[in-house]
Structure formats: C-alpha cells, structure tokens
C-alpha cells in the first residue's frame, strides 16, 4: 500500500517529532542518577581471562558480566581495556553517550532483553574493534520508525537483532554501512517481504538468520549481492514456492516449517555448492528439482505432501529441464531422474508415498542413512547388486509393509534395521542372516514366526513348524532384537544360537510358549531381556545360566511362582509387578548380592509368608521404586497392609490365635472322646445287670 503525499509529510513531522522527544528523553534518563534516587547495583563480575589474581582494574583480557542488575546505565567505574561487556536484563531505554561508556577495546557487547527504543547515531563508532554486537530482545522498532541509521559498524562482524518487532524495511537502518558483517540474525520480527535493497549496506555477510517471521515474498535478486554467502535460515516462514534457486554459492540452505508446495532450480550447467537442504513440514506435492551439479549430501523432505519420489510438473514449470527429462505420462507432466551421487542422509518420513522404484536409488552410492517411514509403502525390494551397499540405517517403520527383499551382495553395510509397525508376515527366511555388519533389528509389531534350530527338540517337535517362519541364529554382529507384539505363539530351543544379543524384547506375545532351552546360546551376551505381558503362567529357564543378565522384565503376567535359579545371578533389576506371586522369600536368597531395583507392586503378597523376605529388604540397599503401592494380606477377608506396615507382631498374634484356637479345638476334642467313653461305659454296665438278672432268672 502506497502512502499519498500529505500522508507522507504528515508521517515525517511525526517522525522528526517522535526522534526530538526520543532524544531529549535520552538525555533526561541519562542523567537520573544525579537528579532523583535509584538503587546501586551490586558489583559486576570481572573475570580475567589469562591471570585469575589479575587487578580487576587492568582490563587485559577481561570479561566484565553486568547482567540483570537492574541498570539504566554502564556503571563508569569499569576496568580499561576489556575484551567482553555484558549488559543484558537491565532496563536501558536509550544508547547515548552518557548511558553507555565507550571502550575502545571491546570485541563483544551484548544488550540482550533490554528496552532499548533509541540508539545514538554514530554510537558505535569509537568501538573500532568491537566484533560481536547483540541488541536481540529490544524495542527497535520503535528506533526504526523515525528513520535514522545507527552509523557505521566499519568492524562488527557479528549482529544480533532477533525479537526486536522489525517490519519490513527497518533493517536497513542498521545494515546501511556495515561493510565488514559476516553473521546477522533478524529472527522472530515481524519481516514480511525481502527486498532486493536489504542488504546492500553488508556485502560481505555469510550466513543470515531470517527464522520465525512472516516473510512471504522474496524479490527478485534479494540475495544475490551476496557474493560470499553460505548459510541461509528462512524458516518458520510463510513462503509458499521457489521455483528459481540459483544461489549457487551457497552451502545451508533452511526452508523448513514454511508453506512450500514446489522447490525447483533454474537449469544451469554451474557447479552448486549446497550441502545441506531442509524442505521439512512444508506442503510439497513433488520430488523437489535440485541443482544438476550438485554437491547434495543432506536432505531433509519429511512431513510434506508427496505422492512418490519423481519429480514431476508441467513443461512450463520444468523449464529447461525438460530436455533431460526421462519420459512424460498423459497429463503432459515429466519424469525426471536426478543426480544424488553425494547424498548421505535422505528423510522421507511422514510424507503419503505408497511406493519407490529401485531405480530411485540409482546413484545414491554414498548414502548412509535413509529414513522412508510413516508412509503408505506395501512393498520394498532391493534386487540388484551392490545396490545401497553404503546405506547403515534404513528406517521403513510404520508403512504397510507385506512384501520386503533384500537381493544378494545388497545392504553389506546396514547396521540398523527399523520395520516395527508393518504387516510383514513371511519373509525369506535368512533375510537377516546375509547382512554382515547387522546391529540393531527392530520387528516389533508385525506378524512374524520365529523358525527353530535345524537340530530341532522335543519342544518343537510338539509344535508345527510355521511356513514363512524368521532365522534368528547365526547372526554374530546383532546385539538388539525387538520382537513384541508380533503375535508370537512359540519361543524354539535354540532361537539365538551364535547371535549375541544383548538386549531381547518379546514383551506383549499373549500366549508364548517358552522353550526350555530357548535362550541357550546367550549365556555370555544377554544384558537385558524383556517378557512382560505375555501371560506366562509359568517359566521353567533357568535364568541364572545367563552370565551377564543385568534387567528382566516379567511384568504383567500370571507368575505364581519365580524361574528358577540354580546358581548366584548378576540380575540387577527385577521387575514382578503385576503377577500372581504369593510369596517372594526366594527371590532375595538368589539374588541378594547382585539385586539393586525390584518391583514387585500387584501381587497377592501373604504377609506373613514374607515377613523375613520383608525385614531382609529393609535393611538391604535395594530400592522398591513402586513401594508405596506394594500391599500384602495378613488375615483371610482382611484388607491388604502396605508392606512398610508389617511388623512381626501381627504375625506372631495371629500364630498366638493360631495356637489357641488349636488348644480349644484339642479340648473340645478331648471333652467329646470323655463323654463318648462315659456314655461307652454306661452302656456297658447296663448291659452286664441285664445278663445277670436273666441267668438269675
């Protein structure tokens, strides 16, 4: 919106009325300390850098923190000759000569969360070596309004004018002649267009910051006065295409969290030296066109929009590029196959892709990292040979996956391996088997068998072997396995054998028949091994045959009683919670040298049953982290006690009415054999009088 003349000269009186009164006022704040009471700060803090004994009045190689003292001025008893001034969270209101002590030595300022509203012009001058120079978290806007420079900043090389409230075209005032800036930061103002004239006052500048503004337009050539440039943040804006890149120079370039739907380069036969390009959480329909000659080696495209991995769009969106294009469907759009021989990271995560052609990772020889989940991919095949051999981590979690390949000779380099969250039911069966330097494998939710050992027992004998099933065994560099909730119905003898895992999830199985044998083979490896929700009833391995076993998880299942334990164990952590344990008094007997976190919470605890168990653990080290919910039962019908609450009494009075009830029940008995035989007696006396009476007779 344009301004009409009388506007304009309505606005400059204001202006030069706004700039009088500002400085004026300066002046008036300037010399408070003289005129009305203010409270004395107390002592900055002066830090030698090279003689901690050094005279704090010297100033050679000193640091002088001024910070949250609740100042309106530079105190004017500051050493000489210090390097680094820090007057941040105070209350400047104007930079004038008389608020702020010039020091010609200065390198670094720093007036950050102040209220800064008005700087002298030429202020800084004097301050011919002053390098770092930060004004972030000001009112500068209000400086900007009356149109006047802050003079020339012939040495700054770094400037910090972020949350200052800067609308578009304010920035010139401080960039205007600053010939030898290199890092400028405007971040969370309020800029909304770069004009092609904003940084013509600093030519030298390499990287600039423009994150968290409004920024919706870009003029044309805004940055390409900027020879030397090699770092570009322009996120959190509200940009919505590029379809001219040509910032050829630069190495970092930042577009994320904008509203981009297309990022295209202009075609040029020029070297591109971009390095790195976030495009992340954006509204991109299409593979961006990066530069033909590219030094690509990060790229990040996660959370956008795209349907699949080819770059596509009209002729006349493509440009020239056309000419190297690959083929064009019915709707006139192109298919175009790009150079990405230097790439090492790719994200495609949380896009709505359902498939990727081989053919895409062509010439990502150096790649090392690709992460392609949280999309709608159904299959993902790697046939050719040599293909990805440099790939380390491949994260295909939470697609829909159901049909995964890996070809011969492919993948030799992977390390870590993400598919949790698919529909995988068979794969081939040695598909982990032929990767050499597999770390990390994660499995979990899938519907996924386990294949047994070839020298099959009897335990599987009495199972079927499931068609589809996974080899485990024979894997020497995996360490993590995740396999929960994988609707897992049997654990083979033998499952692991020559693979030394140290850590094994088979937690949320429901069901899970575990063999007797089946963790044989890591004895020397298991650190950590989780079983929790998998309704076991009972577990019949002995788990201190696992030498370096530090956690278990048996949590939530339907335990009545412990897995044995046939010799001392180096378990560490014990978790029991949520099972059908009556008694405990075993636990702390196996693993009282080695134990130092039991839970042991929802459990039919007996009271009684457990008073030593109780009293060992009160005078142990080892901590109950859900104690204050760990109950047990004393009496039959009666409530349950928290397990701090036990003493020995209660269970010596319930022995005492124990034993009482047992000298009353013996009495009883005995008053009742008493009567019997008196009542024997009678009858047997009466019955000798009849026999009498009738011989008589």
């Known amino acids: 919106m344009k301004l009409s003349g009388s506007q304009r000269k309505v606005s400059s009186i204001m202006a030069g009325f706004h700039l009088l009164f500002t400085v004026l006022l300066g002046h008036?704040?300037?010399?408070?300390?003289?005129?009305?009471?203010?409270h004395l700060p107390s002592p900055c803090l002066v830090v030698s850098l090279t003689n901690e004994h050094a005279s704090a009045t010297s100033g050679d190689d000193m640091e002088v923190f001024c910070d949250g003292r609740n100042l309106r001025s530079a105190p004017a008893d500051l050493p000489l000759g210090i390097q680094k001034l820090d007057l941040s969270r105070n209350i400047f209101q104007n930079l004038i000569r008389e608020t702020l002590a010039i020091h010609p030595t200065i390198h670094h300022l720093s007036l950050i969360y102040n209220k800064i509203r008005f700087i002298e012009s030429g202020l800084f001058r004097g301050m011919k070596h002053l390098k770092f120079l930060d004004l972030s978290k000001n009112s500068l806007d209000v400086f900007a309004i009356s149109k006047s420079s802050i003079g020339k900043l012939g040495s700054v090389e770094s400037l910090d004018l972020s949350g200052n409230g800067l609308h578009t075209g304010m920035t010139k005032y401080f960039l205007r002649n600053s010939s030898s800036l290199l890092n400028l930061s405007l971040n969370s103002n309020s800029l909304i267009k770069i004009a092609n004239d904003t940084f013509t006052g600093s030519p030298s500048l390499r990287k600039v910051s423009l994150h968290?503004?409004?920024?919706?337009?870009?003029?044309?050539?805004?940055?390409?006065?900027?020879?030397h440039l090699r770092e570009l943040d322009l996120s959190k804006n509200s940009i919505t295409c590029i379809t001219d890149f040509d910032l050829s120079q630069l190495q970092i370039l930042n577009l994320s969290k904008n509203s981009l739907e297309a990022f295209?380069?202009?075609?040029?036969?020029?070297?591109?030296?971009?390095?790195?390009?976030?495009?992340s959480q954006n509204k991109i329909h299409y593979f961006p066109l990066v530069p033909r000659r590219n030094k690509l080696a990060y790229l990040d495209i996660s959370r956008n929009q795209l349907q699949g991995v080819n770059t596509m769009g009209t002729a006349e969106e493509i440009g020239n590029f056309r000419e190297q294009s690959l083929a064009h469907n019915e709707s006139g759009q192109y298919l175009i196959q790009q150079d990405f021989s230097s790439l090492n990271y790719l994200d495609l995560s949380y896009n709505q892709m359902k498939t990727i052609p081989q053919s895409f990772f062509n010439s990502m020889v150096q790649l090392e990292h690709l992460n392609i989940s949280n999309n709608c991919i159904g299959s993902f095949l790697v046939e050719e040979e040599n293909g990805l051999n440099n790939l380390k981590v491949l994260d295909l979690s939470y697609n829909s996956l159901r049909d995964m390949s890996f070809g011969k000779n492919t993948l030799m380099a992977l390390e870590e391996l993400f598919l949790q969250g698919n529909l995988l039911t068979t794969?081939?069966?040695?598909?982990?088997q032929g990767r050499p330097r597999l770390k990390y494998l994660l499995l979990q939710q899938n519907n996924l068998h386990i294949c047994p050992s070839h020298a099959e027992s009897s335990f599987s004998n009495n199972h079927k072997h499931h068609q589809g099933c996974v080899a485990f065994s024979s894997i020497p560099t995996l360490r993590h396995l995740y396999l929960s909730e994988n609707h897992l119905k049997v654990l083979p003898n033998n499952a692991f054998k020559d693979t030394p895992l140290t850590l094994l999830d088979l937690s949320l199985n429901p069901g899970l028949v575990v063999g007797l044998n089946a963790f044989s083979g890591l004895e020397d490896s298991l650190v950590h091994l989780l079983l929790r929700e998998n309704h076991i009833s009972r577990l019949d391995v002995d788990l201190s045959s696992l030498n370096h076993l530090k956690l278990v998880d048996l949590s939530t299942n339907r335990l009545s009683m412990l897995p044995s334990w046939n010799k001392e164990s180096s378990i560490e952590s014990l978790n029991l919670g949520n099972n059908q344990l009556v008694t405990l008094d075993y636990t702390l007997v196996a693993l009282g040298s080695s134990l130092k976190t039991l839970y042991m919470g929802s459990n039919p605890l007996s009271c009684c049953s457990n008073l030593r168990f109780f009293q060992l653990m009160q005078r142990s080290a080892v901590e109950v982290p859900d104690i204050a919910t760990v109950t047990c039962v004393h009496k039959q019908d009666s409530e349950p006690v928290n397990i701090e609450r036990v003493t020995e009494e209660m269970c010596h009075s319930l022995d005492n009415s124990s034993r009482s009830l047992t000298i009353l029940a013996i009495l009883g008995a005995a008053l009742v054999l008493v009567v019997a035989l008196g009542f024997l007696a009678k009858v047997c006396h009466n019955r000798r009088q009849t026999n009498s009476s009738t011989f008589n007779a």
């Open 427 to 432: 794969i081939e069966p040695h598909t982990f």
């Open 28 to 38: 008036v704040l300037g010399s408070l300390p003289a005129t009305s009471p203010q």
């Open 212 to 227: 968290n503004n409004v920024i919706l337009e870009i003029e044309d050539g805004a940055f390409n006065v900027l020879y």
């Open 264 to 279: 295209q380069t202009v075609y040029s036969d020029s070297d591109y030296e971009l390095v790195t390009l976030d495009l």
